[in-house]
């Protein structure tokens, strides 16, 4: 019977050199990256069935970067290893389209089981926080004007980048865009979240799991 195929993506080679000893016996493990945006790349190269990703990644972070592949492939199948244990992570993974939220300190059967329930197309999320995101939803409002949630793809690249550190002009580079550009989104997203210096910006993407 063919294994099913697993794309991995961690900013720490010791997590995917761990993942690959727990995941080899029972799955293919097709590739390994560091980053969200090499983690869009091959998923479009190798289409996997399943990617085992972080949320947290350079470049582009998991949430954004699962968005795209759902996107480009509804088909391939998401599940988050994060140490961000906040009911409100897991919501935001399965609003971006994933299939299963797995703690990093989960044991590793765990994240077995998720990819098998991802596969069947069914959602699957640890145990430890179940309880917590099932009530989040039951008192889910409306998303107020401060929230990530009002910022288009492009503007949550830029931000992610700029809460990166890195400058205006890398930033252009990066995204094929130009400086000018780069400003126009940065001013438009401090407008849009009633935000009034570079400073908040940086500290509303490290809240709001963007960097």
């Known amino acids: 019977m063919k294994k099913p195929r697993i794309l991995l993506a961690d900013d720490h080679k010791i997590v ?16 390994a990256v560091e980053d969200g945006r090499a983690l869009v790349a091959e998923a479009q190269r190798l289409k996997p069935d399943v990617v085992v990703a972080d949320i947290s990644m350079p470049g582009l972070n998991g949430m954004d970067a699962t968005r795209r592949i759902k996107k480009m492939d509804p088909h391939i199948k998401i599940v988050f290893l994060t140490m961000h244990s906040e009911a409100s992570y897991a ?4 609003d971006a389209g994933a299939s299963g939220f797995v703690l990093k300190h989960s044991a590793p059967q765990e994240l077995i089981t998720a990819i098998r329930e ?8 640890t145990p430890m926080i179940a309880g917590e995101l099932i009530s989040s939803f039951k008192s889910s409002i409306p ?3 401060g929230s990530s949630a009002v910022l288009s793809p492009r503007q949550r690249e830029v931000l992610q980048l ?36 570079s400073a908040e910006l940086v500290q509303f993407a490290v ?3 963007i960097v």
């Open 162 to 197: 700029l809460a990166e550190g890195k400058a205006t002009k890398e930033i252009g580079a990066l995204l094929d865009i130009s400086t000018r550009t780069v400003e126009f989104h940065k001013y438009r997203m401090m407008e849009q979240l009633r935000i009034k210096t």
């Open 16 to 31: 995917l050199e761990g993942l690959r000893g727990i995941l080899d016996p029972e799955f293919e493990i097709v590739g």
């Open 207 to 209: 809240k709001n799991g």
């Open 143 to 145: 998303c107020p004007a």
């Open 91 to 94: 919501a935001s993974g399965f």
């Open 118 to 125: 991802a596969m069947r197309g069914h959602t699957y999320v």
